[in-house]
Structure formats: C-alpha cells, structure tokens
C-alpha cells in the first residue's frame, strides 16, 4: 500500500489560503488519493479525493502532479473553524481497497 | 442522508463488564468498518464487514467482537477490556467497492469508551 508523509504542523493566517502538502512516491496508477480532516473530538470528514485530475468542491482544491507522487490541498480562505488535522490517504484497489489507513496527518493551526 | 449513528456516544465500563457499541447507516452501503483512535493519534483500522461478512480483521485481539446483524447495522462487543482500551471508536461506512471508483468513506462521530 502506497504511504504518504505529511508535515506535522503548519499554521496559516485566518483569511489566507491553506496549502497542505502530501507525498505519496509510491502511488499506483489507480489508486485514488483522499483527504479528510478532524476536527478535535469528532469524527473524520471527507473534505475530497482524486485520480489524475485537480479537483475542486465547496471545500477545497486538491492539485495532484503530473508524476502523482505528490498532491496539495488548498483551502482558499482558511478559517478559524478550519482548525483541525487533515489527513491525506492512498486508497488501495483489489483486494486491499477497503483497507482505508490513516497516516500521521497534518495538524492545521488557524490563527486570528 | 449521509449519517453514520454510532450509539452510545460515552461509555464506562469495568473490566469484567461486557457491553457493545452500536452503529447504524441507511445510505445503503455494503462496506462498515471499525476503527480505534487514541488520544493525539490517527485512527487505527480493526475490522471491517463487506456485505455483511467479516474481510478484514487487522489482528484485533479476542476481547472485541464484531457483528454485523445487517445491511445497516455493525456491533462491536465489548468483554474483559483492559484499561488501555479506553479510546474512541469510530464506525464507518463506504458503497462496495468498484476497482475505478473512488468511493467515499463516511464516519460516525465516535463512542467514547473508557474502561475503569
């Protein structure tokens, strides 16, 4: 299974975009990759995932390299409700696609 | 409806109790999975049930026991519990797999579980 490395922490100013990295060297050609977040105390939440493509909701912007080795979520006007940790996850396919691990994270500190 | 319920939201439980966290889906999803998660660590994957059988069990010793009674439910039974077992327990559920897809995993907000 494909592994990601994250930074610990980062901070980002309220207002300004948030932009987290994820390597993921040994992504497969059809392995998606997925961020979620946490919020202290309360359960994951999908923020996105992708293939190949850059991909965009309501929520963020994921920007994955042309190589896949790596992606960067982007949350455009971070807030301080967008306090939390965000994982970035390789999801395997076959018979492994429901073994959905969870790396170290990044915990993301907002400030005024 | 994109809610995962995971049902008692505390628990305390002594070492000798038995007890089960429930959890429950109508998004009609055939994968569930159970989780733990320590304190300032990531989730930690247990089991997880595809259509209503037991796939993935990731070594997860005898004294936690999983159930899934149906499409929409998923147990984890609880008995002689150590004290660093008292963790939060995450249930999650996602549709069945497709090789292409990129399915969403959806997860409840916890079971606080503390074993005294």
């Known amino acids: 299974d494909a592994k990601t490395t994250q930074p610990t922490s980062m901070d980002c100013a309220e207002g300004r975009a948030a932009n987290l990295p994820c390597n993921h060297s040994t992504i497969s050609g059809n392995e998606y990759v997925y961020w979620y977040r946490q919020i202290h105390s309360q359960g994951p939440q999908y923020i996105i995932h992708?293939?190949?493509n850059n991909e965009t909701n309501e929520m963020a912007s994921l920007i994955i390299t042309e190589d896949r080795k790596s992606s960067t979520l982007i949350l455009p006007h971070a807030t301080l409700r967008d306090t939390a940790v965000y994982y970035c996850i390789v999801r395997a396919t076959g018979d492994n696609f429901n073994k959905f691990y969870f790396g170290s994270g990044t915990k993301l500190n907002v400030k005024p | 409806d994109t809610e995962v319920t995971q049902t008692p939201k505390h628990l305390v439980m002594g070492m000798t109790n038995k007890k089960s966290l429930k959890c429950e889906q109508h998004m009609g999803h055939r994968a569930m999975y159970w989780y733990k998660q320590k304190a300032k660590k990531p989730p930690e994957l247990m089991f997880v049930y595809s259509y209503e059988k037991l796939s993935i069990n990731e070594s997860v010793p005898s004294r936690f026991s999983p159930e899934c009674p149906n499409s929409s439910l998923l147990n984890l039974h609880l008995h002689a519990l150590q004290p660093e077992d008292s963790a939060l327990y995450l249930c999650a559920s996602s549709p069945h797999q497709g090789l292409l897809s990129g399915n969403t995993i959806y997860f409840g907000e916890g079971s606080w579980l503390t074993v005294v």
């Open positions: 992708g293939l190949k």
